[in-house]
């Protein structure tokens, strides 16, 4: 009943995001329903009118007006890693600040764009921290850890052999859910990049 409670409230807090405003969405063992003392709340966020795509052809299903468009480049990165870069402009702060030119392009700095999400995240009354992708810590009483990302609403390609390694678990039903839900892109660099 918690976890639907959950679903509920973000489904009618995200219908009334702008198209410019973030998102957010919990996740890990609150989102699942557990209150378990000393468990922290794992929050993700990500702005609404960006969005990644693996392949040019995908830019069709989008309002470039509207939408800021970020393209993968996993062609020289190890597996579970890519390079983002923007096709168009953006007017998300974050993204503008991260932003460093390689190539004639401006891809995204996973170590700029955490600095500057984790800075963000340190208003008066939070105490937090760099922990991996997120700004982990306190906001009173809550340990929470908060990742700033990217959202896609392609599955990776990398990763459709998982869809058939599924047979029993989970559900075919859950699977199905949550490729048609795309992915989320968390900023942590390659320990041998500096991007």
């Not at 069709?60 to 996993?74: F, G, K, P, V, W």
């Not at 764009?113 to 963000?120: G, N, P, T, V």
């Not at 678990?169 to 320990?191: E, L, M, R, S």
Request: hydrophobic share 30%; aromatic share 10%.
């Amino acid at each position: 009943m918690r976890r639907d409670m959950v679903d509920i409230s973000e489904m009618v807090k995200n219908q009334v995001t702008t198209s410019d405003g973030i998102r957010e969405m919990l996740s890990g063992s609150y989102r699942e329903g557990f209150r378990m003392r000393g468990s922290d709340v794992d929050y993700m966020e990500w702005p609404n009118n960006h969005r990644v795509i693996w392949e040019l052809s995908q830019s069709e299903y989008y309002n470039t007006h509207r939408q800021t468009l970020i393209l993968c480049d996993c062609s020289d990165s190890p597996p579970g890693f890519t390079l983002l870069y923007l096709l168009s402009h953006s007017k998300n702060r974050y993204i503008q600040r991260a932003c460093v030119r390689m190539n004639n392009r401006y891809h995204i700095s996973s170590s700029k764009y955490r600095q500057i999400a984790l800075c963000d995240s340190s208003q008066p009354g939070y105490n937090l921290t760099p922990h991996g992708p997120c700004a982990s810590g306190t906001i009173g009483p809550k340990e929470i850890d908060n990742a700033h990302c990217l959202v896609s609403d392609f599955w990776p390609p990398s990763a459709s052999s998982w869809i058939d390694r599924c047979h029993s678990w989970p559900q075919p039903h859950v699977v199905d859910d949550i490729v048609k839900n795309g992915c989320h892109f968390v900023a942590i660099g390659h320990k041998l990049g500096n991007h």
